[in-house]
């Protein structure tokens, strides 16, 4: 099955709302990121949280886990935040890269 | 700092026609990454090198599809004989060494396979 999954698959919001997206990882991960698209399809890493809490602007990611799960909270949001959120983990095999993604949260964020 | 290029942007062919991607990382980085992205899926890891050596080919469909990096810099994605399974955005991403983060990741190459 998926071994990473993502919910909402999509969210839409009114601008000035927070956005909730989450993460569940069936294998160890060693690294865990989470990446924006945009609607043209360019990839962005936006923060990197193999555990705890990480805050970047207006981005606050927690991870636990031992319960294998992540989320990524957006505050405030803005119709500049539409687009997809995706969440991959690197399972960190001895010299090896074995990165997942998950299918995304399509958000989109209405003025 | 020039980020992940790709060429070309979007590509539409026929069943059974090849096609070629071109790919020039970030300077520097010597890990370079091919991944497959079906629409509304994540992307799929396709081929990494680390230099020029083909360090994990083991999701990419041999029969069809080939890559290299003969400079252990710009590389290129081949499929020959596409078929219609092949529609997906080529991505393309570099890093410093293998397995660290931050990936840098290209804009992307869309094809549609007629």
């Known amino acids: 099955g998926q071994q990473v999954q993502q919910s909402p698959a999509s969210l839409v919001l009114q601008e000035g709302e927070n956005a909730e997206l989450q993460c569940n990882f069936s294998s160890t991960a060693t690294q865990l990121q989470w990446f924006y698209q945009s609607p043209g399809g360019s990839l962005v890493s936006l923060l990197s949280?193999?555990?705890g809490t990480k805050h970047t602007g207006r981005l606050t990611s927690t991870t636990v886990t031992k319960e294998r799960r992540s989320s990524l909270h957006i505050s405030s949001s803005q119709t500049t935040d539409s687009g997809t959120y995706l969440c991959?983990?690197?399972?960190?095999?001895?010299?090896?890269?074995?990165?997942?993604f998950g299918k995304g949260t399509h958000l989109h964020v209405l003025p | 700092e020039a980020g992940v290029t790709q060429s070309p942007r979007y590509a539409v062919l026929q069943e059974g026609q090849a096609v070629s991607f071109w790919c020039d990382p970030i300077?520097?980085?010597?890990?370079l990454y091919w991944y497959q992205q079906p629409r509304d899926q994540g992307p799929q890891l396709l081929v990494y090198f680390r230099d020029e050596a083909v360090i994990d080919n083991s999701q990419l469909p041999s029969d069809r599809f080939s890559a290299v990096r003969p400079k252990g810099t710009n590389s290129t994605l081949k499929i020959q004989s596409a078929k219609q399974g092949d529609t997906a955005t080529y991505l393309c991403?570099?890093?410093?060494?293998?397995?660290?983060?931050?990936?840098?990741f290209g804009p992307g190459t869309r094809l549609l396979v007629l």
């Open positions: 991959a983990i690197d399972r960190g095999d001895t010299n090896a890269y074995k990165v997942i």
């Open positions: 949280n193999p555990s």
């Open positions: 300077s520097g980085h010597d890990t």
């Open positions: 991403a570099s890093s410093f060494e293998t397995g660290t983060w931050p990936q840098y």
